[in-house]
């Protein structure tokens, strides 16, 4: 079983910057995974990563801006934002999965964490 706790959201004016946390316990996945959801709307891929070689997958809205990676060591992975905007906001989840290749389809992932909101003011 895997078990996933993010943490580092907050309150954050457009241009600022936040960093994301997602401590895997049990791990037995390959791929880990942000994804996140604003008011209203489904849950949108934002980046993953493999833990064995760190290869990364970004969706558009976040490539320049965000940067996953991860601290196999401490079985950590992170999301680096900068340049963040009020379109941002959101619950943001961490997602693992026995994956072979880096996927950004939600049902792929099959272990979730509960989220973290990120609130970006204008």
């Known amino acids: 079983q895997v078990q996933l706790v993010e943490s580092g959201g907050g309150l954050v004016q457009a241009g600022g910057s936040l960093r994301l946390s997602c401590l895997a316990s049990g791990r037995t996945s390959y791929v880990m995974g942000w994804f996140r959801q604003a008011p209203g709307k489904e849950r949108e891929f934002v980046a993953a990563?493999?833990?064995?070689?760190?290869?990364?997958l970004y969706a558009d809205s976040a490539k320049g801006r965000f940067t996953i990676s991860r601290d196999n060591a401490k079985n950590m992975v992170y999301l680096q934002m900068n340049s963040l905007k009020p379109e941002d906001t959101g619950v943001y989840y961490c997602a693992a999965g026995r994956l072979v290749f880096l996927s950004r389809y939600s049902e792929n992932y099959a272990y979730w964490g509960q989220g973290t909101q990120v609130t970006v003011s204008s």
């Open positions: 990563i493999r833990w064995s070689e760190g290869s990364t």
